[in-house]
């Protein structure tokens, strides 16, 4: 199993990126995917996660800026990042959970990708 994160960058405050993260030795419609962070120094982070049939759990500090959406026939998983600030810098990773629980903890996620960079300046 593979995940390769990409759309990770630079950007001002208030700004927007957009996460991919592409999968391959799995199947999308047999696991949870999800987005967690993880910022220098500090514990990774859950930040959002998709059922398979399309449910979506976006964590409570990042509900109305972040959405979590995905594409199952391309086995691709998205994160849109908009108002984006400088605390929401870090590494993030795209994870994955055979099942269809929509688990928080990153303890519960057995597939990890590599991770992508986001950096939000002030």
């Known amino acids: 199993v593979q995940l390769v994160e990409s759309g990770g960058g630079l950007v001002q405050t208030g700004g927007s990126l957009r996460l991919s993260c592409t999968g391959s030795?799995?199947?999308?419609?047999?696991?949870?995917m999800g987005w967690f962070r993880q910022a220098q120094g500090k514990e990774r982070e859950f930040v959002a996660n998709?059922?398979?049939?399309?449910?979506?759990f976006v964590a409570d500090s990042m509900k109305g800026r972040f959405t979590i959406s995905g594409d199952n026939a391309k086995n691709t998983l998205y994160l849109q990042m908009n108002s984006l600030k400088p605390e929401d810098t870090g590494s993030y990773y795209c994870?994955?959970?055979?099942?269809?629980?929509?688990?928080?903890?990153?303890?519960?996620?057995?597939?990890w990708g590599q991770g992508t960079q986001v950096t939000v300046s002030s």
């Open positions: 998709r059922s398979w049939d399309g449910i979506t």
């Open positions: 994870a994955a959970r055979r099942g269809t629980s929509l688990y928080v903890s990153a303890d519960e996620y057995t597939f």
């Open positions: 030795g799995l199947t999308f419609s047999d696991h949870v």
